[in-house]
């Protein structure tokens, strides 16, 4: 169980240092993932993270949802379980308002 409290960071800090070596976890359901999403973020939804972490949390992982409510909720269950974790403030909302995110185009019916 760690003592430290839990990290933070913005979305343009998350900016600076997303490259394709983070580990970054979008927690929201497949379908949310699929509309848009932070570039280089893997889609892991919250009850499998949850349920099996170790499979997908292996040094820093930085967490995010579509507001930064669902993925403070995991990062907090994770942190006290001893996991070095980083929840992104604002979500993929705020990022988006400020940078591109990956957007799927669906063609035909």
């Known amino acids: 169980?760690?003592?430290?409290?839990?990290?933070?960071?913005?979305?343009?800090?998350?900016?600076?240092?997303?490259?394709k070596s983070i580990n970054l976890i979008d927690v929201r359901e497949p379908n949310e993932f699929e509309l848009a999403?932070?570039?280089?973020?893997?889609?892991?939804?919250?009850?499998?993270?949850?349920?099996?972490?170790n499979?997908?949390?292996k040094d820093t992982t930085h967490i995010v949802c579509a507001s930064g409510s669902r993925s403070k909720k995991v990062c907090k269950k994770l942190h006290k379980?001893?996991?070095?974790?980083?929840n992104i403030l604002g979500g993929t909302s705020a990022y988006g308002k400020n940078y591109s995110?990956?957007?799927?185009i669906k063609t035909g019916k």
Do not use: A, C
Request: no cysteine.
């Open 1 to 19: 169980m760690s003592k430290q409290p839990l990290k933070q960071l913005s979305v343009s800090e998350l900016k600076k240092i997303n490259k």
């Open 37 to 53: 999403h932070i570039p280089n973020s893997t889609n892991v939804p919250l009850k499998t993270l949850l349920s099996s972490p």
């Open 55 to 57: 499979d997908y949390i």
């Open 81 to 86: 379980k001893g996991f070095e974790v980083i």
């Open 101 to 104: 995110l990956i957007r799927y």
